[in-house]
């Protein structure tokens, strides 16, 4: 099961999907909400209906769908939870209370110094402009490719950002953090540091920027089948 992160949808894996097909999985990439509804709540929700067979599932979660996955992947007892380069919960924190308690250790300065131009409507709702999108998202991609990708991206909805953790951390799970050593969006650091404490995970190195899945997708499929994916009988979430 494929979960998608903040401003992007499933067409975001449009790339992964057939090269973990070619490799004999099913795959299953999952939308979540959008509008009023879209808190961790209804994410969640939308995840755990999309898994039918738990311990024959791996949810690979990116970016902020880290902050939900885990929450659903230790309530059913999924085979293999896959962070991509994701946001990580603090528990009893929303992600910005724990950005606040951390100093923004989360990201980095590139992150830092362009998320003031990212724009918030109305209703909080934000939207990437496109060359910020470009320069943290994307930034291992021919300038085109990147393009046709940041067209695609949406605004985001914040509630999933500023609704705080359970105070129970999830149950555990077998867990792995793909580190992507190009990535302007997260601290190396805080990954890795984090990803171990929270989750016991095992971090893998992939020479990528913070999007993999439209960069390198076939060895992306290559790396989460290596990661425990399992035979041609199980399922790729």
Not at 5 to 15: K, L, N, P, S, V
Not at 127 to 139: E, G, I, K
Not at 191 to 217: G, K, M
Request: charged share 25%; with cysteine; proline share 6%.
């Amino acid at each position: 099961m494929l979960v998608h992160g903040a401003w992007h949808d499933t067409w975001c894996w449009e790339r992964v999907i057939p090269e973990l097909r070619r490799r004999g999985h099913e795959v299953t990439a999952v939308s979540l909400p959008k509008g009023r509804v879209a808190g961790t709540q209804a994410y969640a929700a939308a995840i755990d209906e999309a898994i039918s067979s738990p311990a024959e599932t791996t949810v690979v979660a990116h970016s902020a769908g880290g902050l939900v996955a885990p929450l659903v992947a230790g309530k059913r007892g999924v085979r293999e939870l896959v962070l991509v380069a994701a946001l990580m919960a603090l528990p009893g924190f929303s992600w910005m209370g724990q950005r606040a308690a951390e100093n923004s250790a989360q990201h980095t300065e590139s992150f830092l110094s362009l998320e003031p131009r990212v724009i918030a409507d109305d209703e909080g709702n934000w939207t990437m402009p496109p060359d910020c999108a470009v320069r943290l998202f994307y930034n291992d991609c021919e300038p085109a490719d990147a393009e046709s990708a940041v067209r695609r991206m949406r605004t985001q909805e914040t509630a999933v950002f500023t609704e705080a953790a359970p105070v129970e951390p999830p149950a555990a799970v077998p867990t792995r953090y793909v580190l992507c050593t190009r990535d302007q969006a997260l601290s190396r650091d805080w990954a890795i540091r984090t990803a171990r404490e929270r989750f016991d995970a095992i971090v893998e190195e992939f020479d990528a920027s913070h999007s993999p899945f439209w960069s390198r997708p076939a060895d992306l499929a290559e790396l989460l089948t290596r990661s425990g994916l399992g035979t041609s009988s199980d399922t790729a979430t």
